[in-house]
């Protein structure tokens, strides 16, 4: 079992900045994956950034050169740094986790971000 918490979502100005945490309930480094997807309304939920527990990451087109996801091992948390946002990028965001074992899959509860001015 693992659990995700995340945090850090909020209302932003287009072109602003915010940081999003997801805090594994246990080492982030055993874990297969770790990502951020995101689900506007009516639309399906789509991948945003992904990293393996190599540390190799992944970037949907829409984001790349302006999100960042990174991972702090200490603190079992894995986060989107997201810049010069755009009114587009409003969506609830999940943290997502996959085990080794079982290939099991975990998502957190959304945190809400949304962009408009």
């Known amino acids: 079992q693992v659990q995700l918490v995340e945090s850090g979502g909020g209302l932003v100005q287009p072109g602003g900045s915010l940081r999003l945490s997801c805090t594994a309930s246990?080492?982030?480094?055993?874990?297969?994956?770790m990502a951020w997807y995101r689900q506007a309304p009516g639309k399906q939920r789509e991948l945003v950034a992904d990293v393996t527990s190599g540390g190799n990451t992944n970037y949907a087109d829409s984001v790349k050169g302006r999100f960042t996801i990174s991972r702090d091992g200490a603190k079992n948390t894995v986060y989107l740094q997201m810049s010069s946002l755009k009114p587009e990028d409003t969506a609830v965001y999940y943290c997502y986790a996959m085990t080794w074992v079982q290939r099991s899959e975990y998502w957190g509860q959304g945190t809400q971000v949304t962009v408009s001015s």
């Open positions: 246990r080492s982030i480094f055993s874990l297969k994956t």
